[in-house]
């Protein structure tokens, strides 16, 4: 796993990239409220739906949206990947640590 700032980096190099090209804009599923996104080592976009109770990955070159409920339930926030592939959130709106593998 990457530290922290140098995935920010990457995600920031990727991000000027695209805007310089004339980038790209995806939709997501109304009501979700992403907050908090993630870079996996595939290229997969993933984020919180912090609306909706959902986590959502992107496939950004399909633009494909998939999303799962938050285990944990409402308010997923804030998402970490672990070195075993684990995917780690706070809900907000309830207190607890969610995870997907």
Same mark, same amino acid.
């Given at each position: ?13 990727? #991000? ?12 997501? @599923? ?8 993630? @870079?996996?080592?595939?290229? /997969? @976009? #993933? ?5 909706n109770g959902t986590i959502g990955r992107l496939g950004?070159?399909?633009g494909k949206v998939t999303q799962y409920e938050a285990?944990s339930g409402g308010g997923p926030h804030t998402l ?7 995917? #780690? ?9 969610? /995870?997907?593998?």
């Open positions: 796993m990457k530290p922290i700032p140098a995935l920010l980096a990457a995600l920031l190099a990727a #991000w000027s990239a695209a805007l310089t090209a004339g980038g790209s804009n995806y939709g997501i @599923v109304p009501g979700a409220r992403p907050h908090g996104l993630l @870079v996996d080592a595939d290229g /997969m @976009v #993933w984020y919180t739906g912090n609306g950004p070159r399909t285990p970490v990947l672990d070195a075993q592939g684990r995917y #780690w959130y706070m809900g907000s709106h309830n207190g607890r640590l969610g /995870m997907i593998e």
